[in-house]
């Protein structure tokens, strides 16, 4: 299954401890997120991360391409909850972008435990 990983700047750490935390289930997927998340997981796991551009640079659209492509499996996109306003930021597009093409996406902790054991337990089967 194809995994994407993606965060903003203050949730990169909860994100790299994540995937340390579930590396024994991560190891036996693609993995894909933007470039400086990517780079960051890669460091802390020896997982190896496809990896597109930075958010700001155009990572966020390859990122999406790669979803309506129907590229991913599922995402897990840890955001700031305390941003001001996230009407069209990177979460709220690619939320809509899950939705459409119907990709589990997870934006805190609790859901993204829920998905990864999901995956597994061969719970996302239904995808392939």
């Known amino acids: 299954m194809n995994v994407g990983l993606i965060t903003h700047s203050e949730k990169k750490t909860l994100l790299e401890d994540f995937c ?15 470039g400086t998340t990517g780079r960051r997981i890669e460091e802390v796991t020896n997982l190896k991360v496809h990896k597109f551009l930075p ?7 390859q990122f999406m391409d ?3 492509r129907d590229g991913l499996d599922m995402v897990i996109f840890f955001y700031n909850p305390a941003m001001v306003n996230l009407k069209e930021t990177s979460l709220d597009q690619i939320a809509k972008c899950c939705d459409r093409y119907n990709i589990p996406i997870a934006t805190n902790i609790a859901t993204a435990e829920s998905l990864i054991l999901g995956l597994a337990h061969g719970d996302l089967e239904w995808r392939e």
């Not at 958010?55 to 659209?61: H, N, P, Q, R, S």
């Open 20 to 34: 340390v935390a579930y590396k024994k289930i991560l190891e036996k997927h693609q993995l894909y997120a933007t």
């Open 55 to 61: 958010g700001t640079l155009g990572g966020t659209k």
């Open 66 to 68: 790669m979803i309506s």
